[in-house]
């Protein structure tokens, strides 16, 4: 793969890891698929100077994580869903599981039976 993939995880004000993006994070482990991550930089609402707030900023990325890749001519594309992320960019298979969870955190206000 010729692109960097940047990975934006953010603290909470607390200080505490975001819960999402501490799951993401394993999954990527889990999954094998974390090698492909370049670099990961925090977004830490304390330092609202620091390269992963700006980066937010500048995308208007108001969910955490989102995953950031620049191709080889400087283009940018952002992904603030992880399931399609890890199809689109990782060409990595998704499971019926991942994609149920994917769209329950995506959408609360709709009632999965």
């Not at 607390?14 to 974390?34: A, I, M, S």
């Not at 304390?46 to 937010?56: F, K, S, T």
């Not at 969910?63 to 400087?74: Q, S, T």
């Amino acid at each position: 793969m010729t692109a960097r993939i940047i990975m934006v995880k953010k603290r909470l004000a607390n200080g505490e890891p975001c819960r999402k993006c501490r799951e993401v994070h394993e999954r990527l482990r889990r999954d094998g698929l974390l090698r492909h991550i370049d670099h990961i930089i925090t977004a830490d609402p304390n330092h609202p100077d620091g390269e992963g707030m700006r980066l937010a900023a500048r995308h208007q990325m108001e969910r955490a994580p989102f995953f950031l890749i620049r191709d080889k001519d400087g283009n940018e594309r952002i992904y603030d869903s992880f399931l399609r992320f890890k199809r689109e960019v990782l060409q990595a298979k998704t499971s019926p599981s991942e994609t149920a969870l994917d769209l329950a955190e995506r959408f609360p206000e709709l009632d999965y039976i």
